[in-house]
C-alpha cells in the first residue's frame, strides 16, 4: 500500500511538472499574427462610405518605413504605409481637416492635418521585419518619425502614436 502511495506521488509530481512546462512553452510562444486577408484598418469618409483595408491591401500600396531608437538605445525599423500616401489614394479621404483615429481598445485621438503634411506619420504594421500581432498591440500603430524631429519628442505627439490603430474617420 505504501508503494502504491509513494507512486500516486511521484505520478502526481511528474503529470504537474509536465504541465507547467507546457504552460510555459505556450507563454513563450510566438503571438499569433493577424490574418493578412482578415481587414484590419476602416477608413470612414465624411460622406458616409467607409473601406476597409487588410493587411495584404496595405501592403500593395507604396511602403514606408521609419527607424526610431528606444529609450535603450536598441534601433527599432517601423514598415508600412505612410499616412499622407493612404489619404491621397483614397478619394475624398484627403480634406485638410483632422483624422479621428480610434484604437481596438476605443482609445481615440485627433491628428491635425499639419501633423500629416509636416510630419507625415507612418501606418506600420510591422516591427524589425515581424506583423505586430494583437499581442503587442497590433495590428497596425500611428509612428511619428520622432528621431527625425526632436520637436515632436512631446507628451502630445507620443499620445497621437495610437497603437492597434483600427479605424479613421475623416471628418
Given amino acids: 500500500m505504501a508503494k502504491d502511495s509513494s507512486m500516486s506521488q511521484y505520478r502526481h509530481f511528474f503529470v504537474t511538472l509536465f504541465l507547467t512546462l507546457l504552460c510555459q512553452l505556450h507563454a513563450n510562444a510566438e503571438p499569433a499574427p493577424y490574418p493578412l486577408d482578415r481587414p484590419a484598418l476602416t477608413v470612414h469618409l465624411a460622406d458616409g462610405r467607409h473601406l476597409a483595408f487588410s493587411l495584404a491591401q496595405l501592403q500593395q ?29 483614397i478619394p475624398g479621404a484627403d480634406t485638410g481637416r483632422p483624422l479621428h483615429t480610434t484604437a481596438l481598445n476605443h482609445y481615440s485621438v485627433l491628428i491635425p492635418y499639419d501633423d500629416i503634411q509636416r510630419y507625415d506619420p507612418l501606418v506600420a504594421y510591422m516591427l524589425d521585419g515581424r506583423f505586430i500581432s494583437i499581442r503587442d498591440y ?19 505627439f507620443y499620445n497621437r502614436s495610437i497603437w492597434q490603430l483600427n479605424e479613421i474617420h475623416v471628418e
Fill in 138 to 156: 497590433g495590428p497596425l500603430h500611428l509612428i511619428y518619425p520622432f528621431d527625425d524631429h526632436s520637436e515632436l519628442r512631446q507628451q502630445m
Fill in 61 to 89: 500600396m507604396p511602403q514606408a518605413s521609419i527607424r526610431l531608437s528606444t529609450p535603450e538605445g536598441a534601433q527599432q525599423h517601423w514598415q508600412g504605409v505612410s499616412l499622407k500616401q493612404l489619404l491621397e489614394r
